[in-house]
């Protein structure tokens, strides 16, 4: 055998196992016999790159990242569709069909609804050439790259043989069970968060820009509809009923719905939707409901749509599934931004397919609302997410031994207080150094308009922070060149840069340190207001809340929230440390240039920037107007003196015009500074 046939065996060979898995969901081989076929494959084809062809397996395992997706637009719209919840809304549906399309037999196609993420697929001459997301239905994203590391995705297709030249199929991209289990089970063990249920996380990974990553990711792909059909010169369409498209297409290899059932009227229907109730949990995937659709073809056009959706289909909800069990204990999780949330703990019940051991109780008012207590016989229920809610307990099977539940009030992650903004239903830590919360934070701190750390990236604070190098702001700082250089993918360069920019970042003004430490509510503008009212950042924790709320733009929230913040002696203490260090605490007449101050002509004046500046930077303009004694607001309002409009307003202009503000142009506002206008 030639090596060019032994190429082409292996591209069959690879194709016919992607089907059996796929398609038929019956493998013949394991996946280390598979990626040895495929390894083979990309060797010959690393020697002979003339001979790759754009459908070779090998052009699935991901190519370079996209710097953005390019937009597509779909030329049949992408429309949703209706939903009903009770058979008595199915016959609706049928009624309604009758009274267009009065004495028709409805012949109609009944499927699972798929809870994934709706994509359309392009072959044209027999190629895979385009894959989009729906996005807002006329106008989605070209996600091509991705898909072509669906292996269930054929990347050729024998259309012309059907007397078609383009044809656009639509399916769902999702995850199965299996795969998302898995998937979950490697993040585990990696110590990296959960995902929470499989539809998001087939949405995240289709927006992925590294199709290499994406490849990682367990996707599966399946079609149920179809958009644009393009006969070649001379031929017809080939199909006349929705089913004959999907027998057609499990004939070609396309991984379709896996069943459908087709049935004459609604009185047919009705059984088969009552089948699936119980059915579906066989199904190897989420599915939330059921598709019916209008087998004929020409019946589907007479019908036609509304803007929304087609006429000729409908989905069935299914009714979530309860089951009861035992509320064994509640626990605290600490989110990502100190939020604390209970969790129930579950005597182990099946509901929906799976095993339930925890369920979301959301805050502690709905354990009050729902009187829930450790021990109490419950109900729980499975919508769309994974993860169960806690619906009711049982009181009347109550023996007298269970226990209401107190809202403890440590931190589960770090032992600090936990306080309950007013008006506020969740519980938070607040506390700087609180583990679950410390890369969120970090990443905030480092960011652009935070401290501006060149070389924190996302990746790199995983990386100090799963290795224990940081434990908490201050230690970003006591880094050392040979600890950073040390750790995976770095090397000597990177992690002096690194340093550089953590040394950079110690001579920032404090308003800056102020935002990027993290007190809630206290963003840039209000780090800038309060930073101007004290000479040492930590003066602020000297402050009552009265005093607090006496400087102009200071309300109840900001200054409950800074108070609690200053009142964890460990919030304090980590500021003494960062002072320590080196960082820069005291105001300084930041943003005015060295010498002759500028002229405090602006002093008393409100303004609002829009548009582009051609001279300055948003943060200079600022700068320049706030070193001259005015303010800087957000928004437009009637106490705005003057709007300051640069190529591309936006509406605040607009708003400048209806109240009657001053708008001046760049030109003007170079005057205003100056003083000649
Ligand atoms: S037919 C005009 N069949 O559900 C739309 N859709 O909630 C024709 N879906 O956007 C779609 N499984 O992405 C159809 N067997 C199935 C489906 C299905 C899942 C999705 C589809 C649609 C969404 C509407």
Not at 136 to 153: E, P
Not at 192 to 209: D, H, V
Request: hydrophobic fraction near 35%.
């Amino acid at each position: 055998m030639t090596l060019h046939q032994r190429l082409l065996n292996l591209r069959d060979e690879i194709r016919r196992h992607d089907r059996l898995y796929y398609v038929e969901a019956s493998p013949e081989i394991s996946d280390q016999e598979y990626d040895r076929l495929l390894a083979e494959l990309i060797e010959i084809e690393s020697k002979h790159p003339e001979w790759v062809t754009p459908d070779s397996p090998s052009q699935r395992v991901g190519g370079e990242p996209l710097e953005g997706f390019a937009q597509v637009r779909h030329a049949i719209p992408m429309l949703s569709i209706g939903n009903t919840y009770s058979l008595e809304e199915l016959r609706e549906f049928e009624e309604r069909l009758g009274r267009i399309l009065p004495n028709t037999a409805f012949d109609y196609v009944v499927e699972p609804k798929i809870d994934g993420v709706a994509v359309s697929v392009i072959y044209e001459n027999d190629l895979f050439t385009l894959g989009a997301t729906r996005g807002n239905g006329a106008v989605g994203d070209d996600i091509t790259a991705n898909l072509r590391t669906i292996r269930g995705l054929p990347l050729s297709l024998s259309i012309a043989r059907h007397g078609l030249q383009r044809f656009e199929l639509r399916g769902e991209v999702f995850m199965d069970h299996a795969g998302f289990e898995a998937l979950n089970r490697r993040r585990a063990e990696a110590g990296e968060e959960l995902y929470a249920n499989p539809r998001n996380t087939t949405a995240g990974s289709l927006k992925l820009l590294d199709p290499r990553q994406v490849a990682e990711r367990p996707l599966r792909i399946a079609f149920h509809s179809f958009g644009e059909i393009v006969p070649l010169p001379g031929s017809a369409p080939p199909w006349r009923r929705h089913s004959e498209i999907l027998r057609a297409l499990q004939e070609m290899g396309v991984p379709t719905v896996e069943h459908w059932d087709r049935a004459t009227g609604i009185d047919q229907v009705i059984p088969l939707v009552e089948a699936w109730e119980s059915k579906r949990f066989d199904l190897p995937y989420v599915t939330d409901g059921l598709v019916i659709k209008v087998d004929d073809l020409r019946t589907r056009e007479d019908l036609g749509s509304t803007s929304r959706s087609p006429r000729w289909v409908i989905a069935y909800k299914f009714p979530a599934e309860q089951a009861e069990t035992t509320l064994k204990s509640i626990e605290l999780q600490v989110g990502r931004t100190g939020a604390v949330t209970p969790v129930a703990i579950l005597d182990p019940v099946q509901l929906g397919g799976t095993t339930v051991s925890r369920a979301t109780l959301h805050n502690a008012d709905e354990i009050a609302r729902k009187d829930l207590r450790v021990g109490d016989r419950v109900l729980v229920e499975k919508g769309g997410e994974i993860i169960p809610k806690v619906i009711a307990a049982l009181p009347e099977i109550r023996d007298g031994s269970q226990v209401p539940f107190v809202f403890p009030s440590k931190c589960p992650s770090c032992g600090g207080p936990l306080s309950r903004p007013q008006g506020e239903v969740a519980y938070r830590c607040e506390d700087l150094n609180c583990p679950a919360q410390l890369r969120r934070r970090i990443e905030h701190f480092a960011s652009r308009r935070g401290m501006d750390i060149e070389g924190l990236g996302e990746a790199l604070i995983d990386q100090l922070v799963s290795t224990g190098l940081v434990r908490t702001l201050p230690d970003l700082y006591r880094l050392e060149l040979e600890q950073v250089a040390n750790l995976e993918r770095m090397g000597r360069k990177s992690a002096q840069n690194l340093l550089d920019g953590l040394e950079k970042s110690k001579s920032n003004p404090p308003n800056r340190l102020l935002h990027g430490i993290g007190i809630r509510f206290v963003g840039e503008h209000v780090a800038e207001v309060l930073m101007d009212q004290v000479e040492d950042l930590r003066d602020l924790g000297k402050r009552t809340r009265e005093e607090l709320e006496a400087i102009p733009e200071i309300g109840p929230t900001v200054s409950e929230s800074i108070h609690t913040f200053f009142s964890d002696d460990r919030n304090r203490e980590v500021l003494d440390e960062l002072a320590t260090l080196g960082l820069n605490f005291r105001r300084t007449e930041s943003g005015i240039p060295e010498g002759e101050p500028p002229p405090r002509n602006l002093e008393g004046l409100q303004f609002v920037l829009t548009g582009t500046l051609a001279k300055h930077t948003r943060d200079e303009a600022k700068e320049l107007i706030q070193a001259r004694g005015g303010r800087v607001t957000g928004s437009v309002s009637k106490k705005t003196d003057y709007v300051i409009c640069g190529t591309d307003p936006g509406s605040k202009a607009d708003k400048a015009e209806s109240l009657g503000v001053r708008i001046l142009n760049e030109e003007e506002f170079e005057d205003l500074l100056a003083g000649v206008l």
